[in-house]
Structure formats: structure tokens, C-alpha cells
């Protein structure tokens, strides 16, 4: 029997569900957004109002103070947020994978919900938590000032976390640290899991403390872990747009301390009504992404010859 | 999911008894029996809330009068609306025939020429121009004066105020109203006697003054040759008071709609707020229901006129029953008695003059002390002059409230503040010109 598809379309047709939705909402928008990174186009003239204008919208980039702005707001939100979960994660998971046995998949359970918790409900909270009158960060601030000492270093007046632009910043780097720390924990979790344990053995055998373990065996072995994990904060954090944007109201705060790249490609998008240039905003946000993954890159591979 | 293989299902039935019923004309060349089943038509109205209720609510009346259409509202989320109606337009597909829009978004699509000019044939809308309150119509223009959208409730500004904490400071309404200064002084005494602040944000303040006291052909940033206005003595002065409200520790310091701003209402420690009238309802219904009888309604201070929004119809060119859709429009923003209806469900403050004889507005306002506050309301409508809009607008207003923000906190003096900001908005007319 003659098959109804020659074999030769066979195997399009069977990947074409994922194809199609790949082209439409994956390569198309690509494409579509580097063509208009070089146009002008007011989008409610319609299409035919695209106008090739070459270089002119990163010319203009290049001397616009929010997008500057705008790229240390991330990259300041990047480290701050993104090294300190892996400070913490590291360590973590090596405490869940060594101490906890029944109660682990519980803990770790607990540690993911605010991964796969919306960001909005997140927020939300957040900005009831930061509230600066009503806010339990500045109530729990003016009941640590009763502990003689802490008076002395903690500020009296209530922190207006959210409206003063020097603290928006630490505010939202708060959020997306709680937020992320459980996911690395995760994956750290699972690569420590994948050591074998006769090595821990050997080295207990030779005399290694915990601590020198942790130092010589653990942390080793994590590399090409730390290598993933690293990097997909790196992209992650360069990325970041819904915390701050719900956080802040949409604006990006007071002096637009709290504006991402990411959202202020948004805003010129669809506040602004500049397609173009938010486009180019993109693009130019993918190279400081792509620069930086392989900065990230070169920084392990480095370290891994020494 | 379910929802969408109904509706496919649904779709594909309908497509079948369409072509049935075709086949069955072709059958019969009867041309009168089907040419009557033709007309029958189906509108689609794009709204956001709660206008998508106000036009649903008409309904009932609207098929009364035209039975040969049909209806369909899609009702999004407020910024997603108009996000959508820009894609519509952009792409030209999924386009309603009858699009509502909000007076901030005029200028993205006053002068985009993808909506149908309703002073022109057939429509002839200009006739009408004296029933509505007068500012609505040049709101609703483009910059050539062209009437793209037809106005249907306005959002006229007042000042609201807690009138118990006023009495306890020993103060007036017109301490408040007389004139700006006044307001601040009277926001200081208020902070002495009673310890609230004076209003949300000091921001609010520079708000109103660069929108009052325009001259002929001046925008709020740009006057009508383009030029650039961020420096004149409006935005001087504007940021003046807002900085003496910040300095003197007069605003509770919120942002408009966040939690920690609604919450000041309800605990009562904010005295007045400034803005449409509508802020009424909200107060009554949802913000601080437990305060009712403690608030009045007045005009802004200094004899300021400010306009909090708007809603307009309008009808897009590549619209597929614009005549029908001009039905509706006429219906909804024309008939005193839809309009009247909005206003008492939705605190959609009638545009049509015609509503304004009503017994309705002669009723007293409980929430507010029993205040007959809309017809204070309906007289600040009358007087509130139109303001020309400029597409950059909304670049205008980030720019100046960045600026705004600096002052505030005391990193920069006003000139250079203004200075600043007149340099970036030059960049941003060369980049769009160049665009």
C-alpha cells in the first residue's frame, strides 16, 4: 500500500505541530523585530508607514541617558540579586544533601514554591511587605531598634523602600534572590546527588573533615553545575522585567531607579509607541547578554586549566 | 480549552447554516426573502471595563431600535484594550467596528488616519458638537480639527477633602481652593493640628499647575508649532509647590493606586486628593466606604481646571459595518437617557449637555455629607478648556516626572531640572522626526 504521506515529508509532517508554532511565535518575531531595529514605524499609520532609517535608532541609543540608565539598573540588579543565590544555594543544598533524609523532598518542595508561584501574586506581596507605614520589613526594622545595640545601626525613621530611588534597587534584588535561591538549590541538589559516594568514603578514610569535603570534593565536582546555573542567572537576571514591573508600578519607581532594559523596551514599545527603536533596545540587550554568557564562559573554562 | 473547542464548534455551525441558508437563496432566487436575512448584521464593539458594562446595559434599548443588529462586545483589560486596538490597526486584521478609547491614548491615534473622520459624510458629526460639553469635541480631533471620535463621559477634576479633619485644624474650604499657596499653608496647619499629610504625592500638585492657565495654542508640553514648553514659568511654579509640599513634609508619599495609597484612605491619614470626579465612587465603593459623610467635593485651587480622562467612540476605517457601528455610537453618546443611566451606575459623567437638566444632578450625595456635588461638577465641566495633544506626550510626561523625581529628592535645582529636560525632548523630536 502506497503510504499517504511519501516518507521523504514524513517526518516534517509529524514535527510540524511543533514547527509551525516554532515559526510563527519563535523565528518570525526574531526576524521580524531585526528588521524593524533598522525602521521607523508608527504602528496605528499601519504597515505601509515602515520607513528604512539604517543606523539611526541605535545612533540614538547610543546618547539616551535611560537606556543607560536603564542597562546599570540591570546589571547592578543582576549581581546583586544573582550572586548572593549562590552563595547561599551552594551551601544549602550541601546541608539538605548531607543532614536531611525523610524530610528532604519536603524541604526542597518548600524552598521551589516561589519558582513556580506567580510573580504578580509575588509582587504584590512584596510591595504590601515593603509598604513603608503599613509594611511588616520596617515594622520588624523599628522592633529589632528595641534590641540594645541594633538601635544604634538601624535607621529610626521608617524606610520608604519603594519611593526613594536608593532603595528600590535592594528591594527588588530582595524579591528575585527569595525567588531564585530554591530553584539553584535545586539543580545544585541534584548534581551533588550525582557524586558518588564512595569518594566521600575515601576522603573520610584519608582524614577530610566535613568542611574539607565541601572544599575539595563537593565544590570540584559542582563545576559544570555552577557553569549552568551561573549562566542561566546571568541570562535570567539580564532578562529581568516582571518583578520590577509590578514592584514599581509599571514605571520602574522614582527616578526610574527600578526601570530594567527589559521593561523599558516594553515602555517604548507600547507606552511610547516606538517599535523601532524598542527593537533596537533588543538587540542591543542580546548582545550584552550574548557578551556577558561568554564572559561567564571564559571564566569557568579558565579557572578549570589552573 | 473547553471554552475554545465550544466556540470552534459553535463557529463551524454557524458556517454551515450560512452556507445552507446560501445554497437555499441560490435555490429559490428569491431575492427579497434573503436580502433581508442579509442585513442582518453583527457589530463588534472593543471595550475595557466598565464601559464594556455601560454598552452592554444599553442593549436591550438599542435592539428595540435597531433589531436588525446585532451586538458583540470584547471586552480586555484597560492597557491591553488599547495595546490590542494598536495591533488591530497595525496589522489591520481583528479589526472591531466600533473601538472605544480613552482621552491619554488620543494622541497615539488622533492623527494615525486609521480612524473615520466623523465631521465628514455620511457621518456629519459636527452638527452635534454643541450637545456636548465643549472641550470633548478638540479632545476628540485631530490636528487638523477633524472630529475622530465621538465623546461619551468625561472625567471632570475636583478636589476631594475630608472635611472633619479640616474643621479640626480650624480651617475652611477656602483655605484649600483660594489659591495655591494657600493650599500648602493650609496643608501645614492641617500637619500641626491633626498630623495627616496633605495630599498623596507632592506630584500631584505639579500634575495640575502645567495643565492650568494655558495660553491659546499651547499643549501641556508642546504648543502647537512643535515648540518645546518645559521652561516657561508654568513648569517653574509647578515644580516649585511640589518641591515646598516634599520639603515642608506635607505627602504621605504613595503612588496613585498602590496599596499603601488606598490604605491611607481608609485610616484616614491623608486630607484631600485631587482628580476626576468619578474619585467619588471609587471612594464610596471600594477605598474607604467607612468614611462616608466625612468628605466634600470643591474646585481645585486656584481657579485650576484639569480633566481626568475621557472615554470616546470611535469608528475604524477598515471597520466592515460602519454604518451600523455609526448606530450604536450615535445611540450611546446622543441618547440622554443612556447617558444618564451610565452616570448613575458607572459614575460615568455624562459628555451629552442634555443630561445636564436632570433631577439626578439636583439630588444630594450622600457619601459626601449630602453635598450636591454634581452640579458643582457639571459647572467645572463647562469651564475646563481643551488641551491640543501631541503624540510625544507620553515621552513628555516620563521625561518631566523623571526630572520631578530628582528635585524631590533634593539631587537637582529646578532650572537645570527644566533645562535637562527640554535638551532630552529635543533628542526625542529629532529621533522621531528622523523616524
Known amino acids: ?306 | 480549552m473547553s471554552d475554545l473547542i465550544n466556540h470552534m464548534k459553535a463557529l463551524s455551525k454557524k458556517v454551515i447554516w450560512k452556507k445552507l441558508l446560501a445554497n437555499i437563496c441560490i435555490g429559490w432566487l428569491s431575492a427579497t426573502a434573503c436580502g433581508v436575512r442579509a442585513e442582518n448584521v453583527t457589530i463588534n464593539v472593543a471595550a475595557f471595563p466598565a464601559l464594556d458594562q455601560i454598552v452592554k446595559a444599553a442593549l436591550p434599548e438599542f435592539y428595540k431600535v435597531h433589531p436588525e443588529i446585532k451586538v458583540h462586545v470584547l471586552s480586555r483589560e484597560f492597557a491591553d484594550h488599547h495595546t490590542a486596538m494598536t495591533t488591530a490597526i497595525a496589522t489591520g486584521s481583528n479589526m472591531p467596528d466600533v473601538m472605544l478609547l480613552e482621552s491619554g491614548y488620543m494622541g497615539r491615534f488622533a492623527d494615525s488616519g486609521a480612524l473615520e473622520f466623523l465631521t465628514s459624510p455620511p457621518y456629519n458629526a459636527d452638527q452635534y458638537q454643541s450637545k456636548f460639553v465643549s472641550y470633548t469635541f478638540p479632545q476628540g480631533s485631530s490636528a487638523e480639527g477633524k472630529l475622530i471620535a465621538m465623546p461619551t463621559d468625561i472625567g471632570v477634576g475636583a478636589l476631594f477633602y475630608r472635611k472633619d479633619l479640616l474643621d479640626r485644624a480650624g480651617l475652611k474650604e477656602s483655605d484649600l481652593t483660594q489659591s495655591w499657596e494657600s493650599f500648602v499653608q493650609a496643608g501645614e496647619v492641617l500637619k500641626q493640628k491633626t498630623g495627616v499629610y496633605l495630599v498623596g504625592n507632592a506630584r500631584d500638585l505639579k500634575d495640575i499647575v502645567i495643565r492650568s492657565n494655558l495660553q491659546p495654542g499651547e499643549g501641556i508640553y508642546f504648543d502647537v508649532n512643535g515648540k518645546v514648553l518645559v521652561e516657561s514659568p508654568r513648569f517653574v511654579r509647578a515644580f516649585k509647590l511640589a518641591r515646598m509640599v516634599r520639603q515642608n513634609k506635607l505627602d504621605a508619599r504613595t503612588m496613585a493606586w498602590s496599596a499603601e495609597w488606598s490604605e491611607s484612605f481608609k485610616r484616614g491619614t491623608v486630607a484631600t486628593q485631587m482628580m476626576g470626579s468619578w474619585f467619588g465612587g471609587h471612594l464610596a465603593n471600594w477605598l474607604a466606604p467607612e468614611t462616608r459623610g466625612l468628605w466634600r467635593t470643591a474646585a481645585l485651587p486656584d481657579g485650576a481646571f484639569a480633566s481626568w480622562g475621557g472615554t470616546f467612540y470611535a469608528i475604524p476605517n477598515k471597520a466592515e459595518h460602519k454604518k451600523e457601528a455609526w448606530e450604536l455610537v450615535k445611540f450611546m453618546t446622543l441618547d440622554r437617557d443612556r447617558q444618564l443611566a451610565a452616570f448613575k451606575t458607572q459614575d460615568s459623567f455624562p459628555a451629552l449637555i442634555a443630561t445636564y437638566q436632570d433631577t439626578y444632578f439636583d439630588q444630594p450625595v450622600p457619601f459626601l455629607g449630602n453635598q450636591k456635588s454634581r452640579l458643582l461638577w457639571r459647572d467645572l465641566a463647562a469651564k475646563t478648556p481643551a488641551i491640543p495633544l501631541n503624540k510625544l506626550d507620553p515621552i513628555a510626561d516620563e521625561i518631566i516626572n523623571t526630572e520631578m523625581d530628582k528635585v524631590l529628592a533634593g539631587k537637582k535645582e529646578i532650572e537645570l531640572a527644566l533645562a535637562d529636560a527640554a535638551i532630552m525632548l529635543q533628542k526625542r523630536i529629532r529621533h522621531s522626526m528622523r523616524r
Open chain 1, 1 to 306: 500500500m502506497k503510504p499517504v504521506i511519501s516518507l521523504r515529508w514524513a517526518p516534517y509532517f509529524f514535527l510540524s505541530p511543533f514547527l509551525v508554532l516554532f515559526i510563527v511565535f519563535g523565528i518570525f518575531p526574531l526576524l521580524f523585530s531585526l528588521v524593524l531595529a533598522f525602521q521607523s514605524w508608527d504602528p496605528v499609520r499601519g504597515m505601509d508607514s515602515m520607513q528604512f532609517i539604517g543606523l539611526e535608532n541605535f545612533n540614538f541609543l547610543i546618547q539616551d541617558e535611560w537606556f543607560w540608565k536603564s542597562l546599570y539598573n540591570t546589571l547592578w540588579l543582576a549581581f546583586v540579586s544573582g550572586i548572593p543565590q549562590h552563595l547561599v544555594a551552594i551551601p544549602l543544598a550541601a546541608y539538605i544533601h548531607r543532614s536531611l533524609n525523610k524530610t528532604r523532598n519536603l524541604v526542597v518542595g518548600i524552598y521551589f514554591i516561589p519558582y513556580i508561584t506567580s510573580t504578580v501574586a509575588m509582587a504584590i506581596l512584596f510591595s504590601a511587605l515593603f509598604s513603608t507605614d503599613y509594611g511588616v520589613v520596617n515594622s520588624m526594622i523599628a522592633w529589632l531598634r528595641q534590641i540594645p545595640g541594633l538601635a544604634l545601626i538601624l535607621p529610626s525613621t521608617a524606610i520608604d523602600w519603594l519611593g526613594e530611588p536608593s532603595n528600590i534597587k535592594p528591594a527588588i534584588s530582595l524579591m528575585v534572590f527569595w525567588r531564585y535561591v530554591g530553584f539553584n538549590t535545586v539543580l545544585y541538589l541534584a548534581a551533588m546527588q550525582a557524586i558518588p559516594k564512595e569518594t566521600y568514603e575515601a576522603a573520610r578514610l584519608d582524614g577530610a573533615s566535613t568542611i574539607q569535603q565541601f572544599f575539595y570534593i563537593t565544590l570540584p565536582l559542582l563545576k559544570p553545575m555552577m557553569f549552568f546555573s551561573v549562566t542561566l542567572s546571568v541570562i535570567g537576571g539580564l532578562q529581568l522585567f516582571e518583578e520590577p514591573f509590578v514592584l514599581t508600578g509599571g514605571r520602574g519607581g522614582s527616578d526610574q531607579a527600578g526601570m530594567t532594559t527589559a521593561m523599558y523596551m516594553y515602555r517604548t514599545a507600547f507606552e511610547f509607541n516606538d517599535f523601532g527603536t524598542a527593537s533596537a533596545i533588543s538587540w542591543a540587550l542580546f548582545f550584552v547578554v550574548a557578551i556577558l554568557t561568554w564572559v561567564t564562559h571564559r571564566m569557568f573554562s579558565t579557572s578549570g586549566r589552573s
